[in-house]
């Protein structure tokens, strides 16, 4: 990798700035305007492209672009090579190390907009490679939705009248406690509403739960980020088992290994141990930018992604660090979903949530 001293130095400093400001706490809204500044010029081409078989990814560090080119079947960009992006001028750039699509020497980097600012194709030497929207990523956006249904009310009778399988009904039990009593939570029932993946409603109420013990925890995980300005928006927690049944039921055919099988294994929400979260500004009420959107079915919802910008990863990845010091476990490939007291075997269990308090 051949580094530019002046772009080496910028990112130094960008880095060590902003390290003082998130370390600190000082002042969450001007964390967020400083790496509104250092992106503003990039951010709409920030994204994933793809031609000739080939895919790039192009992302922001320390105010600069990088852009990874993407070997097959390597799902995360794990051992895809990277290149830093020298700007030459508006959208006008070079790299300098060879690499599988290019020659010794320096290599032409351009990008083209729409009339919105958006990047919708790059020219890497004598290659195009076209923009890859996913639902929701310009502003503005809806996020993905599912094709609508119009049978909603007789799919959730169907899912009330459903019975859970006994194997799922064994194991350790504790209370739920609604999350409105841990101070400091944002609670966005996602699936209380009709914004969501399915672009209806799942529950009946607007609240939300967990069991003593993790809610215990998502307190403690509440008071570490608040030590920053910062507090933990909660999407979804503990969800009946027949919520379970109607979501898979809702699901097309080829989009249902998108959840777990509700009649095999059954979700850890369904326990009240799993929770799903992201991150808000305490002064200010708004919610982090994150790498991806809640429940966005895309390579961006996977833990290891390496796009976006400098500090959406670096939030993502300190949010996941609070997590599991506070007792949960994250997954690999959503990472707002983290579970509470994993590998103990708990209950799954079907209470409505209108019927708790």
Known sequence: MIFHPSG???RIVVGVIAGLIFSTGAGTALARRFSDAV???????IGFYYGNGE??????????LQLFYRLPGDRCFDA????????????????????????????????ERDNDGYGVSLRVGGHVYTRMFFAGEKEGELGMRLPPRGDWDDLRTAAKAASMPPALQRGAQEPLVNLASVKGLKLVNVYGGSDN???????????LYLNRSAAAALAKAQGEVAKKGYGLVVWDAYRPWSVSKLANMA????????????DTEGSPHNTGNAVDVGLYELATGEAVQMISGFDEPSVRQYVRFPG????????????????EN????????????????????????NIPLESLK
């Open 8 to 10: 080496q130095l910028r």
């Open 39 to 45: 992106q503003r010029d990039v951010k709409y081409i």
């Open 55 to 64: 895919n790039i990814l192009i992302r922001e560090d320390g105010g600069e």
């Open 80 to 111: 895809s090579n990277m290149y830093s992006l020298r700007k030459h001028r508006f959208d006008s750039y070079s790299m300098y190390e060879a690499g599988p699509m290019s020659h010794f020497g320096e290599v032409s980097v351009k990008f």
């Open 197 to 207: 993946l399915f672009g209806a409603p799942l529950y009946a109420v607007n609240k």
């Open 251 to 262: 699901l097309p055919e080829k989009q249902k290994g998108m959840l777990e099988n509700p």
């Open 308 to 323: 976006g910008t400098a500090f959406q990863r670096s939030m993502r990845d300190w949010l996941r660090e609070v997590m």
């Open 326 to 349: 506070a007792g949960f476990t994250g997954v690999e490939h959503e990472w707002w979903h983290f579970h509470y007291n994993k590998g103990t075997e708990f209950a799954h269990l």
